[in-house]
């Protein structure tokens, strides 16, 4: 079975440029989920989908971070304009339940640097 | 505010001495508490969920336990391979509420 696919591995762009993140779940696995884990600090959560729909957006920082999931398939976060503090992991993560039995299934993260 | 604090922040082992990994935490009704492995430039790896207070888990070398304010991950006899970071997480029993993170614990195995 493929695992969570995150792509690019890493990305380094200008303060002020547009960065789009991509994760491409688990076959079948309904729930969603991104976080980011910025420098020296711990994971957080962003936000979650079922299916195509946002479930739960309680952790996207403002208006200049935009995630869609089409047709409930892979999800893409946008960054744009991308400031300074916008560097860390971004992590994105699936399961089919809650997450509780067989826990969140995580890709190996974007790893994005804003210079 | 659900929270999560591990400690220590990084601890260095000889091959074969075991030591244990604290996870504290604060959470309105918890749901599971979660044990991931994290090696460099990958993502974390699920290994337990707990689910209430006085339940163990094992997994090789590795066993968690929890408590009503804590949980333990026991490394026994741990080997070179075992270094890597160990993250605790909490989930709130509200919902399909997100996972609440611990900043982790980096282990070292010296050989």
Aim: proline share 4%; charged share 25%.
């Amino acid at each position: 079975e493929a695992g969570v696919t995150q792509f690019p591995s890493h990305s380094v762009i200008e303060k002020g440029q547009t960065v789009t993140l991509r994760c491409d779940p688990i076959s079948g696995h309904d729930n969603l989920y991104w976080y980011r884990r910025v420098m020296g600090k711990e994971i957080k959560f962003l936000l979650h989908f079922v299916k195509e729909s946002k479930q739960d957006e309680s952790g996207m920082p403002n208006n200049r971070f935009l995630a869609e999931r089409t047709g409930g398939t892979y999800s893409t976060l946008k960054v744009q304009p991308a400031e300074l503090e916008d560097s860390g992991v971004y992590f994105c993560a699936s399961s089919q339940d809650i997450g509780q039995i067989y826990g969140y299934t995580f890709g190996s993260g974007t790893r994005l640097t804003v210079v | 505010e659900d929270q999560v604090t591990q400690s220590p922040e990084a601890l260095r082992l000889q091959e074969g001495e075991s030591s244990s990994l604290n996870c504290s935490y604060t959470v309105s009704g918890l749901r599971g508490l979660f044990w991931y492995r994290q090696d460099p430039g990958k993502g974390p790896e699920f290994l337990f969920t707990l689910y209430s207070a006085g339940e163990e888990k094992e997994k090789e070398r590795l066993k968690a336990t929890l408590t009503k304010k804590e949980s333990f991950l026991h490394i026994t006899a741990p080997k070179p391979e075992d270094s890597a970071t160990y993250l605790c997480a909490v989930q709130r029993n509200s919902g399909n509420t997100p996972l609440v993170f611990g900043k982790g614990t980096r282990l070292s195995v010296i050989a």
